[in-house]
């Protein structure tokens, strides 16, 4: 395109002694050309791979050459009429031949970009199945069309970063065309097993010497929790009507043994993407304080507790799910709880005006879980041997007395506890479509509440249902039917 401008210049000359002759020219215009790059006649462009040179044959002599980014392409100049350009870094730049008379011989449109035909052949080389485009886009290399699975859509990538010192300048748009929705199938199953034993013996005597009386008592503690669990106790006193020595003695024997089972079951079943995460939480939050605000106000925080479980699954192929699954099974405790006492509130004169109540904070007793496995859609999985055995026990009596033999269990008491926990958890894991509604139930379907008489004669809570769907015929009854009174 060739824009044309006119521009006039206005000479004025003024002397007061010199008087300018009617008819004088009073101003000169010239006309000025612009030509903009790549739209004219003699205009061309040139896609240039990078560290790749082109020969250029022009059809005049050549007397000065004009490059506007010389680290993106550099001309070298061998002839009048030929010239060779070489591309140096990726960009965008033009070159300009003119002649001996300042003629426009040629105007050059460059691009420079990465040669990647290498790189397509090696993408259909180690991926015959799959179709893969490589396009460069300035300092960038972008993948786009479709493979048949993850895994092939990794080493894409893998193939393509070799290309870039940046790993970040692969942007890979790639489809993958293999299933994608994966079902978890989880089952968690916690075993707790709890045995505390205490036994202890109290003495306690008393008695007289001359004009001064004594006792002697002692009072075992079982330290382990504390206090006495409530088990087994027995007492023998001994009274003497004598005046003088020892006038009475009296012994408690206390003897506990509790043995506790718990029993932990969750059957979650999640379904998530590949390559996204799905949580799962059975349990609840409680409150932690963990700090104040500007005015005072404590700030609270949700600790989550419970049975828990995360996923992230990765579909490689049709048979191939890599699967990274976290599990934990936590419980509120008051072992290592946190405690504020309470405390007094005085005003600026020392008065006490109120009380702030204390404060319990408990602690969790958490068993966690954390790997990453490769199953087969239907494949299952045990994460087993998780166990946790915990024993403890305390002797507390009187020094050197508790260690006589036979006699010095009178004076002291054990304190006897141990825990266990083993912890096993199942994972199948499905390719999964999505199905008709229609195909679906639910425990309420169905379900209708009972009528008053009903409720107020049978004790029912519901009526007498079945799914929905379900085949009732021909359904027959064996022995006697309804109700028997004696």
Same mark, same amino acid.
């Given at each position: 395109?060739?824009?044309?401008?006119?521009?006039?210049?206005?000479?004025?000359?003024?002397?007061?002694?010199?008087?300018?002759?009617?008819?004088?020219?009073?101003?000169?215009?010239?006309?000025?050309?612009?030509?903009?790059?790549?739209?004219?006649?003699?205009?061309?462009?040139?896609?240039?791979?990078?560290? #790749?040179?082109?020969?250029?044959?022009?059809?005049?002599?050549?007397?000065?050459?004009?490059?506007?980014?010389?680290?993106?392409?550099?001309?070298?100049?061998?002839?009048?009429?030929?010239?060779?350009?070489?591309?140096?870094?990726?960009?965008?730049?033009?070159?300009?031949?003119?002649?001996?008379?300042?003629?426009?011989?040629?105007?050059?449109?460059?691009?420079?970009?990465?040669?990647?035909?290498?790189?397509?052949?090696?993408?259909?080389?180690?991926?015959?199945?799959?179709?893969?485009?490589?396009?460069?886009?300035?300092?960038?290399?972008?993948?786009?069309?479709?493979?048949?699975?993850?895994?092939?859509?990794?080493?894409?990538?893998?193939?393509?970063?070799?290309?870039?010192?940046?790993?970040?300048?692969?942007?890979?748009?790639?489809?993958?065309?293999?299933?994608?929705?994966?079902?978890? #199938?989880?089952?968690?199953?916690?075993?707790?097993?709890?045995?505390?034993?205490?036994?202890?013996?109290?003495?306690?005597?008393?008695?007289?010497?001359?004009?001064?009386?004594?006792?002697?008592?002692?009072?075992?503690?079982?330290?382990?929790?504390?206090?006495?669990?409530?088990?087994?106790?027995?007492?023998?006193?001994?009274?003497?009507?004598?005046?003088?020595?020892?006038?009475?003695?009296? +012994?408690?024997?206390? +003897?506990?043994?509790?043995?506790?089972?718990?029993?932990?079951?969750?059957?979650?079943?999640?379904?998530?993407?590949?390559?996204?995460?799905?949580?799962?939480?059975?349990?609840?939050?409680?409150?932690?304080?963990?700090?104040?605000?500007?005015?005072?106000?404590?700030?609270?925080?949700? #600790?989550?507790?419970?049975?828990?479980?995360?996923?992230?699954?990765?579909?490689?192929?049709?048979?191939?799910?890599?699967?990274?699954?976290?599990?934990?099974?936590?419980? %509120?405790?008051?072992?290592?709880?946190?405690?504020?006492?309470?405390?007094?509130?005085?005003?600026?004169?020392?008065?006490?005006?109120?009380?702030?109540?204390?404060?319990?904070?408990?602690?969790?007793?958490?068993?966690?879980?954390?790997?990453?496995?490769?199953?087969?859609?239907?494949?299952?999985?045990?994460?087993?041997?998780?166990?946790?055995?915990?024993?403890?026990?305390? %002797?507390?009596?009187?020094?050197?007395?508790?260690?006589?033999?036979?006699?010095?269990?009178?004076?002291?008491?054990?304190?006897?506890?141990?825990?266990?926990?083993?912890?096993?958890?199942?994972?199948?894991?499905?390719?999964?479509?999505?199905?008709?509604?229609?195909?679906?139930?639910?425990?309420?379907?169905?379900?209708?509440?009972?009528?008053?008489?009903?409720?107020?004669?049978?004790?029912?809570?519901?009526?007498?249902?079945?799914?929905?769907?379900?085949?009732?015929?021909?359904?027959?009854?064996?022995?006697?039917?309804?109700?028997?009174?004696?």
């Amino acid at each position: 395109m060739l824009r044309s401008i006119i521009l006039t210049a206005a000479l004025a000359f003024a002397a007061p002694a010199l008087a300018q002759p009617a008819g004088t020219e009073r101003g000169n215009t010239m006309q000025v050309y612009i030509r903009e790059p790549g739209n004219g006649p003699v205009s061309e462009q040139l896609d240039l791979p990078l560290s #790749k040179a082109a020969v250029i044959h022009l059809p005049v002599d050549a007397a000065d050459v004009l490059v506007t980014n010389p680290e993106v392409v550099e001309a070298v100049v061998r002839t009048p009429r030929r010239a060779y350009l070489m591309g140096m870094g990726v960009g965008q730049t033009n070159a300009f031949f003119f002649d001996a008379d300042g003629e426009l011989i040629l105007d050059l449109d460059l691009r420079v970009e990465r040669d990647l035909a290498p790189l397509q052949e090696s993408l259909e080389r180690f991926l015959p199945n799959a179709r893969v485009t490589a396009e460069a886009m300035n300092d960038h290399i972008v993948l786009s069309g479709s493979v048949p699975s993850a895994a092939d859509a990794d080493t894409a990538l893998r193939i393509a970063q070799r290309w870039v010192d940046d790993p970040e300048r692969i942007l890979s748009m790639v489809n993958i065309e293999a299933r994608e929705q994966v079902m978890l #199938k989880v089952r968690i199953v916690e075993m707790q097993r709890t045995i505390a034993r205490q036994l202890g013996v109290n003495l306690s005597t008393a008695g007289s010497s001359g004009e001064f009386d004594f006792a002697v008592a002692t009072d075992n503690e079982f330290s382990l929790v504390g206090r006495f669990l409530n088990g087994l106790n027995a007492g023998v006193d001994w009274t003497s009507g004598n005046t003088g020595g020892i006038t009475g003695v009296s +012994a408690l024997l206390q +003897a506990m043994e509790r043995v506790g089972l718990v029993r932990t079951l969750a059957e979650p079943n999640l379904t998530a993407i590949t390559g996204e995460s799905a949580n799962f939480l059975a349990g609840g939050e409680f409150p932690v304080p963990i700090g104040r605000d500007r005015d005072g106000n404590v700030i609270i925080e949700f #600790k989550s507790f419970g049975v828990g479980l995360g996923f992230t699954p990765v579909v490689l192929s049709e048979g191939r799910i890599s699967l990274r699954i976290s599990t934990e099974v936590s419980e %509120l405790t008051t072992q290592g709880a946190l405690t504020y006492n309470a405390t007094d509130v005085v005003d600026d004169e020392g008065n006490v005006i109120g009380q702030v109540d204390g404060l319990t904070i408990p602690a969790l007793n958490v068993n966690r879980a954390e790997t990453t496995v490769e199953l087969p859609s239907g494949g299952s999985l045990v994460l087993a041997g998780l166990i946790q055995e915990e024993t403890r026990q305390n %002797l507390d009596g009187i020094p050197g007395v508790q260690n006589l033999p036979v006699l010095g269990s009178l004076f002291r008491s054990r304190d006897f506890e141990n825990q266990e926990t083993e912890l096993v958890v199942l994972v199948t894991p499905y390719l999964v479509d999505p199905t008709n509604p229609a195909n679906l139930s639910t425990p309420a379907d169905g379900f209708q509440t009972a009528s008053e008489a009903s409720a107020l004669l049978f004790g029912r809570l519901n009526r007498v249902y079945s799914v929905p769907g379900a085949d009732t015929q021909g359904q027959g009854w064996n022995g006697p039917v309804g109700f028997l009174f004696d």
